[in-house]
């Protein structure tokens, strides 16, 4: 979604904001822009497209300057062009904004600054911020105040930076909802979306809060809160290297993270399983561990991928746990006046931690009295800072915009915090070692299906053609069809629905011919012979039909058209198995359509707006 990056120093600007963007590129988004004080004048120069077309524009302009802001659009108010692309300006064009976010009162807004004699350009909900901030510099504030004064007028969300030629030694940035970062450096200071726009300048950054309002100039920074006082903030390191970020020799992010599955699971269970207790340890939730154990119920809340894994986790909670389980989509949750009890424990999972529906969520929940526990890749993330307490799931920065790696890395969490609960409840000291021992041996098992890859990619030949799919699934593999569905869609742009086996009779079996595809994830577990029922009828209508089978599994190759094996575990395991082919299925499927399959159209990496 919308990226911002900023810098104030020495340097030029230029390279730097550039540089930028292009490490914010994977968070999806259909136009780009900066702005700068080249000579003391504000300069503003936006493309429509990829950041190499704003790059091309100023190579041409040669264009030098030691304080800028740059932004990547992802279009919600008006469409992709270079008039909607920011930054936006004032009418003086003294003054430049980026926003992240959405102005959800800017209709109103717009109607009374128009009153008032603004004309506007665009389209967009940002533009009336760059107009009211002006009303306010005009009655002779400050910027800061004028931001600030701008700010108590809004709804929605934004994290925003802005720049006033008549104040050229700061750069403003405010956060509510959407994520700011400052980074730190040597008589130079940079801004930030996301962390990764920054690692190859700094190590050292300060997380805004919603409802701070910082000036960065190029040695300090002054932070104050809503009610007008100034606030140390706290420097913190971020452990995140530049080579994490990079492809590391793959053609895609997508297939390096899917690649390096054994090793981002193992990054997730490191020093968390007790295996002579056959449970785990978890800090982050060490403190609420007995709360968690006594709740009388778990609501699990998330989006997408996210929300896949929290349905394996239903599954898990309530064979090992004993726990009632709910999974909720969190946009729904957020607006259904959910009942949430004080023994009740939510559960937020979330890659980024920035999801805007799954915050809401977790601030409803919060507000409720329930113990709030959030899973997040990103560290220091929105989710990870509101939650009571969480557990970080350490898959290392997760790019290409299909989530893999942050899937599989979820699941050994939640099958963490299953082993911790059902060990303090009823599970035996001997089963709980089986289930450690088990997750210890996931990540050659992993290694052994990523070597199925040249094979999966023969297969894709066959069905990149295809114009739907379906993915059908039973228990903990339910999910799994879901989340093959949704990796195809996304990145192939082919129709796929994902279906509980048993329902096919219900309906989606009208849809077999020989034209449709059936993936079955057909592991041997206790619903194994029900599903070679459903495959069969599958078979009887002429569908062509891939199987994901066990191992062991030597019977089902004569009833399917293609058969792709992996390893036999528990099956509470086994979706982060059966996962994995799914994955190379879509991601080989899109390469030979011909597709950007890490940044599919439309979509964003980190949803930050409802
Ligand atoms: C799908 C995908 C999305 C995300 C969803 C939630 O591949 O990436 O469906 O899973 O937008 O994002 P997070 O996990 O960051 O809250």
Redesign the pocket.
Known sequence: MCGIVGYIGAKNCIPILVGGLRRLEYRGYDSAGIGVLSQGKALVVKSVGKVSVLQDKLDKLSISSSIGIGHTRWATHGVPNETNAHPHVNEKNSLMLIHNGIIENYAALKETLKLAGYVFKSDTDTEVLAHLIDSFLNKGLTLFNSVRAALNEVEGTYGIAVIFENEPDKIVVAKKGSPLVIGIGDNENYIASDVSALVAHTQQVVYLEDGEVVEVYKDKFIAKDVSDKEIVKKVQEITLKLDEISKGGFQHFMLKEIMEQSESICNSMRGRLVPTEGTSKLGGIEEYADRLAQSKRIIIS?????YHAGLVGEYMFEQFAEIPTEVEYASEFRYRNPIIYPEDTVIF???????AD?LAALKESKRRGALCIGICNVVGSSIARESHAGVYIHAGPEIG???TK?FTSQLIVLSLITLLIARKKRMSLIDGQNVVSEIEHLPEKIESILRLNDGIEKIAEDFKDAKNFLYLGRGYNFPVALEGA??LK?ISYIHAEGYPAAEMKHGPIALVDKMMPVVFIAPRDSTYEKILSNIQEVKARHGRIIAIASESDDKINDLVDYTIKVPDTIRMLMPILTVIPLQLLAYHIAVKKGLNVDQPRNLA???TVE
């Open positions: 998330a989006c997408g991928t996210s999972i979330s890659q980024s931690g920035e999801t799954t915009v299909a989530s942050a949704l990796k996304e990496k980190s949803v």
